[in-house]
């Protein structure tokens, strides 16, 4: 008998006490050893992402096997429907943030005071003219405070850590200063006169260490904050309806079917539907487009977006965690706990990289001795690859560029599912569009007014509205928008299958199928069907006064968009259901190429273009908004849904677009090819610096002070080089 599917639980652990990639790798290890667990564990948002079996694994049995591994661990509640802060944020979402708030002021504090004693020991140390009677001894109690108090940051870790076999960053900053510190006592206890001490080596590098992992921590606070920008933007709470009152509730307490009160100036409290009232709402923060969008009676409206003007009541229809916004933050963190292909490599790296290190330094030092240099030297030389070697930079290269990246593209609407999405990015060469909704507006609009002998276009058109006003066609809507003025009419007369009459001016106006022949507007009309338009006759008393074409918009920002796209290396495609004119009219408009038009195409069909290109060598991206583009957005590279879109289509594509344009197309390939680019940048730059410089410092070249300040730096630039993304606009 077939068992049924084991139903798994998620949830996220908020992991403190890391201090390198090779923490965040060996606890993976630990937590994927349990039955039914699958975890990720991401160093730079020091949180856990597990997946498990209930019936084998609590989540108290996690955070146990955490905590047995010398680290701390605490389940993250849940940013939107989880217990509430006095903030109206989750209490336990705020834990991960206080602890690194302490944690960068405790380095502050320790840094500074390390940097005041350091300093003297450099100085007396390296200038001669400075050292007094037994200055070594002075030097020496000095070094003694900064090596046991600031530098018990990195020996504790090394010490959580051997104890359970495992080596990583620490372990080489210990083994380091600790060598040099114990030869400085040995040189002055036991070892001749005129022996070399390191004393401002321990001190000098611990200082800059700590700096360095300070600089570190302030950091990944700052490159989290897009996403917690984002996840604060909710309504605190809401004017609820209760009876023939308004009671003010928190946000937590709205339930789906509860009436509220959105008034001017005040954030929507969660995504609903207009009951009453009307008003242009501010929705930057969900698309990036600054422009208010008109909402009325049976209008949809998204949670924080801001009321401008009017008094609307909205009916909620999703509450807490199925809210937009909550949707949104939930994707942008499953982004940034993820890892990309990328990063799995250099989280291989690192579980050999530091016992490795250990290997070289002692071989540098058994080198050094058996050519003959002095034991000083071949110490010098084996400490320097020690310090230089720490893999810190090489384990912040991937994440903190995602975590910038991924939060800055929210702040933009530009939601990207995940870190194996950056690669796709760089690797597509076509791009596929659906027309409807995606490169159009999916609204019928006039596309040309012809008028005959003795007409003006104008005219035209606004007798054609006198007579559409009385109508609900979306055809007849189409003419009434686009005329400048709508006379009055009488004797309005709808006319099925044939179009309605109405007088106007104490003439009978008639709009539809033309009755007789339409003389030299003939082939206008003939030409404007063919080219897939709606063509529409005008008579007045029974002569043609002339002929208007409606078809669906293209958005303004189309043609734009597609000329970007051909400008990233894309080649463009349209993929319609329409039929062969109407196709050829839209990208004729946008400048797609007709060759690589295909129209009157079923779902199974678009899917089955997608294969082709996909045979024919191509990277394929496809850009759509309709249940009729789920299967295509799912078989393409790269898929790309229109955030005004069907939610079988946003799940089925990786990058949701919550503005629904083009140009929101573009601009998340660029954000996302600029973050791979930047991500490759910093693991050059780490994989560089440990290349080159490990050498260098086997060779003796190095001194292990400034082979400390080197590496502190090192992380610095790779964080800061990918906090850069933050200023990323459109184009």
């Known amino acids: 008998m077939t068992q049924p599917p084991v139903a798994l639980q998620h949830i996220e652990l908020g992991v403190t006490g890391m201090t390198c990639s090779s923490c965040s790798s060996r606890i993976q290890r630990k937590l994927n050893k349990l039955d039914g667990v699958d975890a990720s564990v991401n160093y730079s948002t020091e949180t856990a992402t597990v997946s498990f079996d209930p019936s084998s694994t609590s989540t108290q049995l996690l955070i146990d096997e955490v905590r047995a591994a010398g680290y701390d661990a605490f389940e993250m509640g849940d940013e939107n429907g989880g217990e509430a802060g006095e903030d109206g944020g989750s209490s336990t979402s705020n834990a991960l943030d206080e602890a690194r708030d302490e944690e960068a002021e405790y380095l502050k504090r320790t840094t500074i005071w390390s940097a005041l004693v350091s300093l003297p020991v450099m100085l007396v140390s390296m200038i001669h003219g400075l050292q007094f009677p037994n200055w070594e001894f002075a030097a020496l109690a000095a070094t003694t405070l900064v090596f046991f108090s600031a530098g018990s940051v990195f020996h504790r870790a090394t010490w959580v850590n051997l104890k359970h076999g495992a080596m990583t960053m620490d372990t080489l900053i210990t083994l380091g200063t600790s060598a040099a510190y114990l030869w400085s006592i040995w040189a002055l206890f036991v070892g001749g ?124 229809t999703r509450v807490g965690s199925e809210t937009t916004l909550a949707q949104m933050g939930q994707l942008v963190k499953d982004a940034q706990a993820g890892k990309a292909p990328v990063e799995r490599l250099v989280d291989r790296i690192s579980q050999v990289f530091v016992p490795t290190v250990v290997v070289v330094s002692l071989i540098t030092l058994v080198g050094h001795l058996l050519v003959g240099h002095a034991v000083e030297d071949a110490f010098t030389a084996a400490v320097a690859v020690l310090i230089i070697a720490c893999p810190c930079a090489l384990g912040l290269a991937t994440p903190t560029a995602i975590l910038v990246g991924t939060g800055r593209g929210a702040q933009m609407g530009l ?141 303004e920002d189309s043609r734009d968009a597609v000329a970007r796209l051909r400008d990233l290396g894309m080649t463009p495609h349209l993929l319609t259901g329409d039929n062969q004119g109407a196709a050829e009219a839209v990208a004729a408009e946008v400048g797609i190429d007709p060759a690589n038009v295909t129209a009157g195409v079923l779902p199974e069909d678009k899917v089955n273009v997608v294969k082709r290109l996909q045979d024919s060598g191509h990277r394929v991206a496809m850009i759509g908004d309709g249940v009729n583009d789920a299967a295509a957005l799912a078989q393409a590279d790269l898929g790309m849904a229109m955030g005004a879109g069907t939610d079988v289509a946003i799940e089925a594509s990786d990058i949701t677009l919550m503005h629904s344009s083009l140009r929101s197309a573009v601009d998340a390939i660029r954000l996302s090819r600029k973050t791979l680019k930047t991500i490759k940048g910093n693991l050059f730059w780490a994989f560089a610096y440990n290349v080159l410089l490990i050498p260098v410092a086997a060779l003796g070249f190095l001194d292990p002070m400034l082979a400390g300040i080197a590496m502190a730096f090192s992380s610095v630039f790779v964080v800061s080089n990918s906090l850069r993304l933050r200023a990323f606009k459109s184009e």
């Not at 321990?202 to 490159?223: H, M, N, P, Y």
């Not at 104008?458 to 007849?476: F, K, N």
């Not at 339409?518 to 002929?547: I, K, M």
């Open 193 to 316: 006169p005129g022996e070399p001490v390191y004393l401002e080596t321990a001190c000098v590098v611990i200082t800059f260490l700590l700096l360095g992992r300070w600089f570190e921590t302030r950091a990944k606070g700052q490159s989290s904050e897009a996403l917690r920008e984002l996840l604060s933007m909710g309504a605190k709470d809401a004017a609820v309806i209760r009876g023939d009152k308004e009671v003010r509730v928190p946000i937590s307490q709205v339930v789906v079917g509860d009436r509220f009160v959105v008034r001017p100036g005040e954030k929507v409290a969660t995504d609903g539907r207009v009951i009453s009232g009307h008003s242009a709402i501010d929705e930057s923060m969900l698309t990036g487009e600054s422009v208010p969008v008109e909402v009325g009676e049976g209008s949809m409206v998204t949670g924080a977006t801001l009321n401008t003007s009017g008094r609307l009541v909205v009916e909620a």
């Open 415 to 555: 939601l990207i599912k995940g870190p194996d999405v950056l690669e796709s990015t760089r690797q597509v060469d076509t791009v596929v569009m659906d027309k409807t909704g995606t490169v159009t507006t999916g609204q019928m609009g006039v596309a040309d007014v012809l008028p005959g002998p003795g007409y003006e276009a104008d005219e035209v058109l606004r007798l054609a509205a006198g007579v559409e006003a009385g109508s609900e066609h979306p055809i007849a809507q189409a003419i009434v928008e686009a005329a400048d003025e709508v006379p009055e009419a009488t004797g309005f007369e709808n006319l099925p299958g044939q179009g309605a009459s109405a007088r106007i001016d104490d003439t009978l106006v008639r709009v539809g199928r033309p009755t007789g022949e339409l003389g030299a507007l003939a082939d206008a009309f003939t030409e404007a069907e063919q080219r897939g338009a709606t063509a529409v006759a005008v008579e007045v008393d029974g002569v043609v006064a002339g002929v208007i074409a409606v078809r669906d918009t293209v958005k």
